[in-house]
């Protein structure tokens, strides 16, 4: 039986001729990074590419160019994702000085050629819907949203703007309240209705919300905020009920553990929410003293078997490509 | 004799060309600041630092500059305000004062002070490279000092008796204060210690009057002549636009360095972004576009989950000793207009009636019976508040139990004007004539020159303000339910509303303000009970509830504990310090403390405001403070609220360059 690095050695052999990148090359060039990002077996690969030229993209690209790469069917997702990371930078910078218009964000969002592209303009979109936007409106947007990443920035800015009268009430009151929408309940606040049976507006209140109220507030209604919130992630009955308390234990526990620790989550965590969570603190650790060689090993020895370990792994992988 | 060869002679020239413009024009006796001062210990040029603001600036005006927080971040930052003072002055007790633009000062008897020297900093120059000196000081005195411009520039602290002190230009860079009477020489130190104008760029003006226009050195014309806005400050405007962000870079001959001989501040350049809402600017700091935030107990959920992965550091502590006192008054001038000088009614019986009817102390003392101020903070403040009885800035002589003031709750404090009893606040009104109407909410009685009406108040607030709205709309709802009392939320934009509330002293006494009840908050200023009685006087600059107080020409027309807040505050502000020389945060300076006698005047002064529940006063939200923590050092959350931004912008440096 071959050993797993003989294996490996294999599978990077055939990334290589096969996508022709150069995943060996000392600091690779942003037409390596394409090619990479476009051509790699591994997807994972592919994505440290991508994320790696949303760096480079943000300094040599303009907007235009960006939403025609983050637009192009042609090219790969995780190609399509580097341009909409770097795009959404510019979207951001762009409402801040006033070159970028709601009204433009709302035609990507709407009508942009890709989920890529299209998710690009959520932040700064979220921005600009709040600032011109009460509550009543952004109901009546996300009532009217034509596809999922219209109604994530809408539902998004909804909670946003909602946080001031959801915080109202004694802390196990709001907690009741926004764990009612996070399990698909329906609430009425500031006489505005949260129906948590809308995907989009259960994951914002998870995400916006809930989570980081567990973390500032969680201990004014939890004895056990830590196995709480465990329980939650693993067992949760919605998916932003785990995901909630899989956000919040990012900070909360996973992030005081060991890498191996953390890894070990990733890999066999009981929810994907919560292998999610650990995926990110993970991606973090690794980036800390980031070792090309054996991030490139982790990446392609967990693909198949563990992605969550995969991905940090490819995240840390592209601050060192 | 070596000579120089032509390529030296070209490197020696490059040297000189090339180097002047990066030397840096600090004045021949710089203030170095001492490391002690910078929590990160010296920083490093280079780098921005951006911030942001829920409303644009209202006036750059030199004297008017002191209202809303965006106005005094502007001003303060272009050195046009906080900057220039001649003396650096630490309210509390002890007072403590040093050297700040001044190289010394000198008092020729601290105990029975005649004169007061101030030597200026040789060098020194505004941030358009002219000199400053002494002359600007004199042009300053004269100007605060002109009939025209005592009220708006609040000279009243100057006075000692009825008499201003007389100024001495002894030479280029010194003058001298004359002194007509005995006066306790901190406080007034605090007092005394003007912000300087530039002559050369105000004098024009003064003696055109343009001076007193509310136009003078508005925000169009800042933006469109950004060079003609002159201060020494660390800081100088650079532009802006409207609406959308105001920029600043690096003063060069501002006069401060740092231990290392570099010249502060360390960035190159301060932006603030004006943003339509708490809401997006809660967001703009998410994303990264501004570095710090003055976070609301709701934006911690929103911030928390994220901060460790953005890097992002939040601190709460509690409120600082002149943290935002956050309160209800009530108008009782309303239905009035100045004619003539006088007060008289605008014939409009249901003002009237209203007027009448504020001016009722349990009228007052019901409304704060009826405020449950510790629901408010566990219910909009999550607990991030705590319950409050008198105002901000007293320190060491707050008799209430502020919390973060240092003073103690006095045993003969009247807790119970405070204390949440719907059963005592309704027995108070009914015996002001309001009898339940037929749609079970209260209406004047036949004592009212609006017998028969409803009464219904618009409680007033800035729309912009998340907090302060759902504070109005419950205290709102709280009053109508359980008082029988209507009360209407009536939020409105944060400039109309102060430009309401001030509008006495903004008009030079000639109009008085139409709101009927306004809920907002004052911090920020001097921790010194001069400082904040002087706002109780019956000529107060804040006297919002009734600045027909100021036209009183006899203490027998006002209300008995107005009167005696008058005298009190006069009083305490004569008592003489116990001066030392001593050392003011690692620069020399004297410390003023107050003997008992001043402790006994201040409290009898807050005892008698007290009972006058003019101001009903409610929350003060603890400090809360995040930032991040990998681009800024040298963060410093002030203890005194209101200066934080420009201490820090003076001394913050970024990390990640």
New interface residues.
Partial sequence: MKSLKSYLTLFIALSLVVGGGQIAALAASTLQLETQANNDLIQELRLAAGLALADIYVDTKSIDQLEALAGDASRSPEHRLGAATALSQLY??GV???TVTLDHLLDVATNGATAELRGAAK?AL??RL???NNAAGLADGLAGATNAELADAYATALI??L?????????AS?LARTETVAGGGVITVAGVTLDGSNEAVQLAMA???????????GN?VFDDLVGELTDRAENGATAGVREAAA??L??LSL?GQSAAAVESVAADGASAELRAAAG?VLA?KLAESPDREALIFKVVANTLVHPEVARAAAIALSDVL | MRKLGFSSLLMFLAIVVLGLPTLAQLPDVPLIVPDSNFPDGPGKQGGDYVTSTTSDPTFLHPLFATGDSASNDVTSLAGVTAYPVPLNGFSGDPIAITVELAESFEIDDLNNPTTITIKLRPGLKWSDGQPMTSADAEFTYQVYTDPDYVEVARSDSLLIGDAFPTIEVVDNLTFRYHLPGPVGIGPYLLSINLILLPKHVHQAAFESDELLSEDYWSPAFAVANPSAIVGAGPFRFTGG?IG??YTFERNPNFWKADSNGTQLPYFDEVRL?V???R??E???FI???VMDLAP??????????????LGITVDIDDPPANGTANFITYNQDIGLVIDNGQAVSAGDPYKDSLRQLFRERNFRRAISKATDRQSVA???F??LATPIYGPSGYGPFDITGRPGSGGELDPDFPLENFEFDVAAANALLDGLDLPIGSDGLRTFGNSYPAAGQKVSIALRTNVEN??RV?TMTLLASDYTDLLKLEHRPDPVPFNAAVSDLLAFPFSGGEALPEFEAFHIGIGGGAIDPTSVLTEFTSGGFLHPYRFTDGLATDPSQLPDYQAQIDELTAQQAAVPSVAEEGDVGGLPGFLFGSPQERFDIVRQAQLAIAEGQDIIYTNSQQSLSAFYSNKLGNVITSAFEGSSLLVFAERGYRVDL
């Fill in positions: 951001v910078s801040t000085d006033g932040t979220v921005d709040v600032g011109n946003v703007r946080a001031v009268s959801l915080t109202s009430g004694s802390p709001i995400r916006e919300y809930l989570s980081g109220f567990y973390v500032q507030f004014l956000i919040a990012e900070t992030s990110r973090r | 636009v959308q962000e972004i943003v339509e809402n809401d997006v809660l967001l703009k994303n990264g576009e609301r107990p709701s934006d911690l959920p929103v911030i928390r989950q994220r901060a460790e992965q566990d219910n909009i999550l607990g998340n907090i759902e």
